[in-house]
């Protein structure tokens, strides 16, 4: 529906369970998932294999070994492990070059394809920074300062930290996706991955278009107004600098996530920063 509509059905949206949290939850942090979650930019590896809906993604995506897919979560020295694993063609390799790529995207899709190109483009150019977190004229650093912060857990693999950390969150504040990745692509990696537990709603690209006019900050605002949630406590971890801003201009929290040429991914240190932060100010 519309803008009037989408804030009629936001527990449409997110699920029921989403409103049927314990009132205690007083922040919201929304994730989104391309080279954030993952490392890489996943709608638009499917784009270029010949991707033209949520469908024929997902008939990409299901054609390759859970191995072959953690090569799109894990950090480049972890993909090597993946190597000695050959998925059921008896190829070998560490991801998604294994897959058929002479189909192009259909004309009709080069539209969206664009969209999130230009999202990309903007996030690659922007100079690597220190990672801030900020709303309205307030900054604070992330993770904050703490004068004997407590030690990283150790991991063996990027998907066990995201497994860690995020379930540490979510103990303390919901956790939302908020991509223009499909909802359907969303919820297969994380189911496969182990981390659909930790999130309570997926808001991807039919959702943010339909209800929220395309516009993160505008979903962020009208869902933590659902919520009772205060700006301060309403949270965006996201690669793209025009997703950031675009919560910033609605007076929202953004903690941007390094990226790499096309390697993105929220760190630990973000998620553990984040944590104590909540912690702190619950």
């Known amino acids: 529906g519309g803008e009037g509509g989408?804030?009629?059905t936001l527990s449409g949206l997110l699920g029921r369970h989403y409103y049927q949290q314990q009132q205690h939850n007083?922040?919201?942090?929304?994730?989104?998932f391309d080279m954030t979650i993952s490392r890489l930019h996943i709608f638009s590896l499917m784009a270029r294999m010949g991707a033209r809906n949520a469908e024929e993604s997902l008939s990409i995506l299901r054609k390759i070994s859970d191995k072959q897919l953690l090569s799109l979560i894990e950090d480049e020295e972890e993909v090597s492990k993946?190597?000695?694993?050959?998925?059921?063609n008896g190829k070998k390799g560490g991801g998604l070059q294994l897959i058929d790529t002479t189909n192009a995207a259909a004309d009709g899709d080069k539209t969206r394809e664009e969209e999130h190109q230009l999202f990309l483009s903007d996030s690659l150019q922007s100079s690597p920074e220190r990672v801030k977190m900020s709303g309205g004229n307030?900054?604070?650093t992330i993770p904050p300062y703490f004068p004997n912060p407590p030690p990283l857990a150790k991991y063996e693999s990027r998907a066990a930290m995201l497994k860690g950390e995020f379930r540490k969150l979510a103990n303390v504040t919901d956790l939302v996706v908020l991509s223009r990745n499909y909802e359907?692509?969303?919820?297969?990696?994380?189911?496969?991955?182990?981390?659909r537990g930790c999130f309570?709603?997926?808001?991807?690209?039919s959702k943010l278009l339909g209800s929220f006019k395309s516009s993160k900050g505008m979903a962020?605002?009208?869902?933590?107004?659902?919520?009772?949630?205060?700006?301060?406590r309403t949270i965006l971890i996201d690669d793209s600098m025009p997703e950031l801003q675009d919560a910033q201009r609605h007076r929202l929290k953004a903690i941007q996530v390094p990226v790499e040429?096309?390697?993105?991914?929220?760190?630990q240190e973000q998620l553990h920063g984040l944590h104590q932060w909540l912690t702190l100010h619950y």
């Open 6 to 8: 989408g804030h009629r």
């Open 26 to 32: 007083k922040s919201i942090v929304f994730v989104d």
């Open 82 to 88: 993946y190597d000695d694993d050959g998925d059921k």
């Open 138 to 140: 307030r900054t604070a």
């Open 184 to 195: 359907e692509v969303i919820e297969h990696v994380l189911k496969r991955i182990g981390l």
């Open 200 to 205: 309570t709603g997926i808001i991807g690209s």
């Open 220 to 232: 962020m605002e009208r869902i933590r107004q659902s919520r009772g949630v205060s700006r301060n």
């Open 261 to 267: 040429g096309v390697h993105g991914g929220v760190t």
